[in-house]
């Protein structure tokens, strides 16, 4: 019986090398350009560097001065200023705690003597003038504002306390609260709501958030916004229930929903 074969028919073997050794040239002939190209990169960049290296040379200088100066006035200058300004501030602290266990004119004089210092020691008023931008210096603008809101000294507590910058859980609050006092107590209950309210969302614990509320609650009732003051008085029933102003919180709550 005769075979028969087609014409043209190669094997499927010498096709299979074929198109290995054509992708084999094209992978040769992709790296070979790859590596063309990072020569010329390369040839381009030494070339920048040449023409720029007294730039480039006196910009790391200038870097390295800075990083150097930084160094040096963090020790040299502002770690003994600071160490320095807390030390003076010992000195009307003393005097402050003492106002705070006393009363009436003894009161108002520790005070006095907190904010003005004597006997060549700086007080209150001096430290946050002379140590402005230390930690001790920003601390004394708070002492400072609270020891004239204890002396019905308004306007000055407000100025200081409003220099005063914390994120401490405590303090931060206290500061904004204290301003609220301030303005409620020459009759600008606008001002103390937005102090309030700011106390209030300074920070989250179960000390300041609740008083401050509690305060927002009660001078929006003053103003006539009673929505507002029933929102105050809810949030400390929902998550202050158990402390001083949650207790008795649902006869406010009811003052401000049967006022509306």
Same mark, same amino acid.
């Given at each position: 019986m005769a075979t028969y074969k087609k014409r043209g028919y190669k094997p499927k073997k010498e096709?299979?090398?074929?198109?290995?050794?054509?992708?084999?040239?094209?992978?040769?002939?992709?790296?070979?350009?790859?590596?063309?190209? $990072?020569?010329?990169?390369?040839?381009?960049?030494?070339?920048?560097?040449?023409?720029?290296?007294?730039?480039?040379?006196?910009?790391?200088?200038?870097?390295?001065?800075?990083?150097?100066?930084?160094?040096?006035?963090?020790?040299y200058v502002a770690e003994p200023t600071e160490r320095q300004a807390s030390?003076? $501030?010992?000195?009307?602290?003393?005097?402050f705690d003492q106002a705070g266990t006393s009363a009436g004119v003894a009161a108002d004089s520790l005070y006095n003597l907190g904010l003005e210092g004597g006997d060549g020691k700086y007080g209150f008023v001096d430290i946050a003038e002379s140590f402005s931008g230390t930690k001790a210096g920003n601390l004394a603008?708070?002492?400072?504002?609270?020891?004239? $809101?204890?002396?019905?000294k308004y306007s000055e507590a407000i100025e200081y306390l409003s220099n005063f910058e914390s994120d401490d859980e405590i303090l931060g609050p206290t500061a904004l609260g204290a301003i609220g006092d301030a303005f409620a107590d020459i009759n600008q209950s606008k001002e103390a709501l937005e102090f309030?309210?700011?106390?209030?969302?300074?920070?989250?614990?179960?000390?300041?958030?609740?008083?401050? $509320?509690?305060?927002?609650?009660?001078?929006?009732?003053?103003?006539?916004?009673?929505?507002?003051?029933?929102?105050?008085?809810?949030?400390?029933?929902?998550?202050?229930?158990?402390?001083?102003?949650?207790?008795?919180?649902?006869?406010?709550i009811n003052s401000a929903k049967y006022a509306q």
């Open positions: 096709k299979v090398v074929k198109e290995v050794e054509e992708t084999f040239d094209e992978g040769q002939s992709t790296t070979a350009e790859v590596f063309n190209n $990072l020569d010329e990169a390369v040839n381009k960049s030494e070339e920048w560097i040449e023409k720029n290296n007294k730039p480039l040379f006196y910009g790391l200088v200038a870097i390295a001065v800075i990083i150097l100066g930084y160094l040096a006035y963090t020790k030390n003076e $501030l010992a000195y009307p602290r003393n005097f603008n708070y002492y400072a504002g609270i020891s004239y $809101l204890k002396m019905k309030y309210e700011k106390a209030a969302n300074k920070t989250n614990n179960e000390f300041t958030t609740p008083l401050f $509320l509690f305060k927002a609650g009660q001078t929006a009732m003053e103003l006539k916004e009673y929505s507002k003051a029933e929102s105050f008085f809810t949030k400390i029933k929902d998550q202050y229930s158990k402390t001083d102003q949650g207790r008795d919180i649902e006869k406010y």
